[in-house]
C-alpha cells in the first residue's frame, strides 16, 4: 500500500490539476489532496473558501470517475513560516509515502525533511494555469475550457465570476 | 438534498461517535464529519494528531460500511474565539443546511448564526466517553470495546497508548 | 488637561466598575476605559462579547449620568505576552496620563513601563464582584442587585443568563 | 432606532471620511466608527496608531459639531482571513442594523453575511484621498485643505510627517 | 565534533540545570540551551522574560567556569501545537547531532522527528525544582540555596521576589 | 558597563554587518545581535533559517576574532505589529543602554520608546549590500568577496545557493 500526497491551492481546480493528480493515482493506491492556503478567499490570489474548493474538488473527482474512497481531501492552513510548514502538513494528514508536485518550494521543503518527492508531468504547458484562468475571468474572456465541466457549473452557480470582479474593483 | 453537518474531537473515534454519525446519516444525504481542535496533539486532551484521527475516522467509517462518497472528513483548527469559530467551520467546509451535536456550547453558537441544530440522540450516556477513554488508557484499564475494533487495531500500531502514557508523565 | 485610563474586563460591568471610573473621573478631565480580554465571550469567564460590554458600559454611563464626551471605550484584545500588553493597550489608545486600577498584575505592568499608576478605591468589598455576578447568575440567585438596571435590563433583553447556563452545560 | 456601521482605515481621517459620516448619520440614529487594521502603524499604508486614528477621529467629530453620544469608535484589528472579518467585527461592535461603505470587497463581505449595505455617496473623487494625502506628506506637497483642520493640527503636533518620511526612508 | 540541545524553561535556572548542563557538556562538545516558553513573562509560571533568564544563565554559566564560546543561549517561543514544535526549534537553532533531557514529553516529541535522545541524570531530585523555587518565594521561605550564586543576587537586584508576589496576588 | 544592541536579518552576514558590529564594540562593553525576522526562511527575502544565520554570525565573529564572551546572538521573530515590536526585543533580549542602526524605521521605534539611537557608520555603500548578495547568488555571479570567508564556506557546505535558486524558481 503506497500512499501520495498532492499540494495545490485550487484557486479554483483545473485541467492540469485533474492531469496530476490522475498521474499520481497512476503512481499510488491512495491519494491526499491537500487544499492548501485553506484560510484564505476572497482575494485575487485566493478567492474561494477552502470549503467551497474541496466541493469543487469532489465534483471535478466524480465526474472524471475516480474513486472518492482512494482520496483524502485535507484543508491545511499557511502559517508563514516554511521551515515548520512540512510539519504542518504532516500533523493535519494521515501518514504518506511520497509527495507529487511539480513546484520547486515544495519539492526543496519536502526534500529537506527527508521525504521522496515526485514530478506529476505537466498537462501541456500548465503552470501558472490558475492565474491565467482568474485573470480570464476578470477581464471577460472565456476561462471554463479549462476546468472540468462540473467546476464551471459550480462556479456559476455560486456566481464566482461576479465575486471576482467585485473583490478586485479598486476602491477605498 | 440535505447536507449534515457533525463535529468532534475523536481523541480517539468511539462508538458513541459512530452511533451519532449513523444517526445524522439517517437523517441527511450528505455529511461534512468536521476533526476540531486540528492543530492540538501529544496531550492528554487531545493525544492524537488530526491527521491520525482522520485515517482512525476513516477506518471506523469503512468498517461500519458506511459509504465514504458521502462523507467529508474535514480537520478545522480551533482559534480561541468562540464569537468567530462558526465562520471559521463555515469557511473550511463545504456548505451544509444542519448541524447535529449533542453539546451545548456547539448548540449555542451555530444557533446564534442562525443555523438550524439537531440533537443526535445519545448512544448509552456516553457524554465524556472519550476522556473515559484515555483515563484508562493511562490506568492500564480495558478501553478497546469502546471504540470500533479497527480504531482499536490502528491505536496499537502506532503504540498510542504508549504515547499517552509518556505525554502525562509528570516530569516538567 | 489629564487623562486616566481604566481597565477591566466588565463581564458584565457592575458597580464596582462604576464606583472606579466616577473615582477616576473625579481625578481626571478625560477617561479612556480598556475593555480587556476583548476577543474571548461564550465562557464562564468571558461570557459576553466586546461589542455587548461596550454597550453595556454606555448604557450605564449614561444611566449615572456620566457626560459620555469624556469618554473613550476602547476594546483591546490579549495577546498572552505580559512584557508587550501595555506596548498593544498604547497603541490601541490615545494618550493618557495616569492609569487607575486596583489589580496588582496591571500596576506592576504599567508601573514597569515607566507609568503613573492610582489606586480608585474600592466599592464595598468589590475583588472578584464580576465571579460572583457570573456564580449566581448560573445558580440562579439575585444578581441584578450588583450591577446598573440598564445593564440588568440589557443582559435580560439578549437572554445572557440562559446563553451563560448553556455555555457552563458540562457535555464534551 | 437604527444604528449604521461605517469602516475605514482613517490614515489619516480626511474630508471624504467627514462626508461619508455626516452622510450616514442622516440616515440613521446613531453610527457605529469602526478604525480598521487597528494593529498596524508605522507603514506607508498606516502610520498612524489606532489610538491617534481615535484620536484623530474625534476631534474631527467635534469640530463638525456632531454629537459623540451617537457615536462609538471602535478599532478593530486585521485577521488576515475574509471570510470570517465580519464576524470578528460582528464580536467587536454593538448590534447594528445597516453597513455604509463605498468599498466593493467591504460590501461583498457583509452581504454575503446578510447585512444590509449601502452606499455614502462621495465627496468629490475621493477616492485612494488616503492615499494621495500620504504621498503629499511624503513629498512635501500641501495636504492640510484635504483633512479637517482639527486633524491638520494633531498631525503637526505629533510631528507625523516627519514619522512617514523617516519611516518610508529606504534603508536596511 | 558533536552538538548537543537542552530545553528549559529556565524559571529560574537552577542547581538542577546546571547539573545538566554540564553533565550534557561532558558528553559534547558544545552545547545549544533553549530557553523555552521565551514570550511568556509575568506569571507565576513564567515570572521571567526570555532576556532575564538569558542573563541569568549566562552568569550562571560564568560562575561555573563554563567556556562561553561553546554554548549557544537561544530563546524559543512556544506555539502552542506540539505536533510543529520540533521543527520551530530546528528552525531557530543551528544544527545539532543529540537532544538532552528529563523530561518525557520533550523525548517523545524528538524521538518522533528521528533525533537520538539521552538523559542527563538527575541532580538530587530535581524534578520540580522550579516550581518549588517559586512556591518558596510566595511563601517567604529561602530558595537562595537552590540555585547559583549569581542568579540569586540577580534576582534581587531586580527585585523578582517583589514581582512574583505582586504578579500572584489575587485582585481580579 | 555599557551594553549596546545591534539588530539585522543577516540574509547572510556580510561585512558591512561586521564592519557595523566593530563600531558597536568600539563604544559598548557587550554586544547584543539581534537577529530579526526570525521566523522566516526559504524565501528570497529570507533564504536562511534563524539557526543558520545565527550558525554564522558565530562563525565570522570567530574569524574576526571577536571575543564571543561580550555577545548575545538573540533571535526575534517578526510580530508584524511595529508599535509593540520593541517592546517584543526588550523582552526577548537581557537589558541594554543603546542602540546601534543605520535603519530609520529601527531608529524611529527605539527614540519613541525613549533608548538613545546611535548610527554605526557605513562600510562604504552598505545599505542594500544583503539584497544585492542573493542577487548575484541568483545570478551566479561572485558574491564571496562581500561576505567573511566562513561564511561564504558555510553557505557553500549547506549548498544555500541551491536552494536560493530553488524557491525563486517560478512554477505557480
Given at each position: ?38 484560510q484564505y478567499s476572497h482575494t485575487f490570489e485566493n478567492p474561494f473558501t477552502a470549503g ?23 484543508p491545511v492552513p499557511d502559517i508563514g513560516e516554511h521551515s515548520i510548514w512540512v510539519s ?75 465575486r471576482l470582479r467585485e473583490i478586485c474593483r479598486k476602491t477605498d
Amino acid at each position: 500500500m503506497k500512499r501520495g500526497l498532492f499540494i495545490g491551492r485550487f484557486q479554483p481546480p483545473h485541467l492540469g490539476h485533474l492531469y496530476a493528480i490522475k498521474s499520481a493515482l497512476s503512481k499510488s493506491d491512495e491519494l491526499i489532496i491537500v487544499v492548501g492556503s485553506a484560510q484564505y478567499s476572497h482575494t485575487f490570489e485566493n478567492p474561494f473558501t477552502a470549503g467551497e474548493r474541496i466541493e469543487m474538488l469532489r465534483l471535478a473527482l466524480i465526474e472524471e470517475g475516480i474513486d472518492l474512497s482512494k482520496i483524502f481531501l485535507i484543508p491545511v492552513p499557511d502559517i508563514g513560516e516554511h521551515s515548520i510548514w512540512v510539519s504542518k502538513v504532516k500533523s493535519f494528514c494521515p501518514s504518506f509515502d511520497v509527495v507529487y508536485t511539480n513546484n520547486s518550494l515544495v519539492r526543496r521543503l519536502f526534500e529537506e525533511e527527508g521525504f521522496p518527492v515526485e514530478s506529476t508531468g505537466l498537462y501541456r504547458r500548465d503552470l501558472e494555469m490558475g492565474t491565467a484562468i482568474r485573470e480570464r475571468m476578470l477581464r471577460g474572456e472565456p476561462w471554463e475550457n479549462l476546468v472540468p465541466k462540473s467546476v464551471a457549473e459550480y462556479i456559476k452557480r455560486i456566481k464566482g465570476v461576479e465575486r471576482l470582479r467585485e473583490i478586485c474593483r479598486k476602491t477605498d
